[in-house]
C-alpha cells in the first residue's frame, strides 16, 4: 500500500469539502481587519450536544445548517448508524468527524490493562462507525497525568493507540488528539510560555499519517501562544476546535472574548497551508445561539 504524507492522506479525505463564504477577516476579539482571511480553508462544525431543539437527528442537522454551519459532530459510539446515515442523507448534511464518548472515565493511559482494553475496543468501535456515516475523524482525550508518571502514560497511551491505528489507515479515518486539560504534555502549573514540544513528540510516536492533532484554539493559551502551537505541530494539525479563553481572568469566555489573538492564529494557519474543519465547543441553546457562535467563528477565522 502507498505510504502518504499525514497532508496529503488528510488532503484525500477533504475532496468533498464544503465551500465556505467568507468576507472579511478579524483580529483579536471581534474587530475587523482585512489582513488575514481562511476564505476556502475552513469549513465550520460543531458539537450535536450544543443543537438544543429539533426532536429527530435530521431536525438537528437542519438546525445547524440554517444557523450557518457546514456540519456536525456526534459522539461515538452509541449512537444508530442506521438512523444517522439516514438523516445524513436526506438532509444532505455531512458528520465530518465524532468524539470518543468514553475517553476521560475509560482510558488509554490506564493503570488496568483491562480498562486499556476496553478504551481500544471503544476507539477501534467509534473508527468503525465514524466510517459508517461518512466521517472523517474521531476526537481522542489519550490519556490522564493522574494515572502515573509522564513517561507510564505516554508508553501506555502510545502502545494502546497505536493498536487501532491500522484500522484507522484501512477505514480512512484519522485518530484526531485533542490538547486538553488532562495533565500530560504540559505543566498545569507552569506559566504561559511553554512549548508543544511534547505533543510533537507524542504525534510523531505512531509514525502514521493518521493519527494528528485536533487542536483546541482556546485550551492552551494558558499554557502557550495558540500560533506558535500550530506552527510547531504544522502538518500534524488535521482539525480544530474553537473556544474563548481570558488569561486575564483565568478562565474560558465565549468566542472572540478574552484575550486570544485570533489574527495570529490565522496567519500561523496560513503558514502551515491549513485546509478543515474547525468545530464550535462553547454553550449552545437554540437557533438564535448557535447563529450566535456560528457569527463569531465567522469573524474570529475570517470567514465572513
Not at 8 to 33: D, I, R, Y
Not at 126 to 137: D, E, R
Not at 176 to 194: C, K, L, M, P, T
Request: proline share 2%; net charge negative; aromatic share 8%.
Amino acid at each position: 500500500m502507498k505510504t502518504l504524507s499525514r497532508r496529503s492522506a488528510f488532503t484525500t479525505l477533504l475532496g468533498t469539502f464544503p465551500a465556505v463564504s467568507v468576507g472579511n477577516s478579524f483580529v483579536g476579539g471581534l474587530a475587523a481587519e482585512t489582513e488575514v482571511s481562511m476564505q476556502g480553508r475552513i469549513s465550520k462544525t460543531l458539537k450535536i450536544g450544543m443543537v438544543k431543539e429539533g426532536d429527530s437527528m435530521a431536525e438537528k442537522f437542519n438546525i445547524a445548517r440554517a444557523a450557518g454551519f457546514d456540519g456536525i459532530e456526534l459522539n461515538a459510539p452509541g449512537f444508530d448508524v442506521g438512523d444517522v446515515a439516514a438523516a445524513v442523507a436526506s438532509t444532505n448534511f455531512p458528520v465530518d468527524g465524532t468524539v470518543c464518548g468514553s475517553h476521560w472515565k475509560i482510558r488509554h493511559s490506564d493503570p488496568d490493562e483491562s480498562v486499556r482494553a476496553k478504551a481500544l475496543e471503544d476507539l477501534k468501535q467509534s473508527l468503525i462507525n465514524t466510517k459508517a456515516i461518512g466521517g472523517h475523524t474521531v476526537l481522542l482525550v489519550v490519556g490522564h497525568g493522574k494515572d502515573g508518571s509522564e513517561k507510564e502514560v505516554w508508553e501506555r497511551s502510545v502502545a494502546n493507540i497505536r493498536e487501532a491505528v491500522p484500522l484507522a489507515a484501512k477505514l480512512g479515518v484519522a485518530i484526531a488528539i485533542e490538547n486538553v486539560w488532562n495533565h500530560f504534555g504540559y505543566d498545569h502549573e507552569g506559566g504561559s510560555e511553554q512549548s508543544a514540544e511534547k505533543l510533537v513528540q507524542y504525534v510523531d510516536e505512531f509514525e502514521s499519517p493518521w493519527v494528528g492533532m485536533q487542536f483546541d484554539i482556546g485550551n492552551h493559551w494558558k499554557y502557550g501562544n495558540p500560533g506558535d502551537w500550530i506552527r510547531a505541530l504544522g502538518k500534524r494539525v488535521i482539525k480544530l476546535d474553537i473556544k474563548g479563553f481570558s488569561r486575564l481572568q483565568g478562565k474560558f469566555t465565549g468566542i472572540g472574548e478574552g484575550d486570544i489573538d485570533f489574527a495570529d492564529v490565522r496567519r500561523a494557519l496560513l503558514e502551515i497551508n491549513f485546509y478543515g474543519w474547525c468545530a464550535a465547543e462553547v454553550g449552545g441553546g437554540n437557533s438564535e445561539r448557535l447563529e450566535e457562535v456560528a457569527g463569531r467563528m465567522d469573524r474570529v477565522l475570517g470567514l465572513g
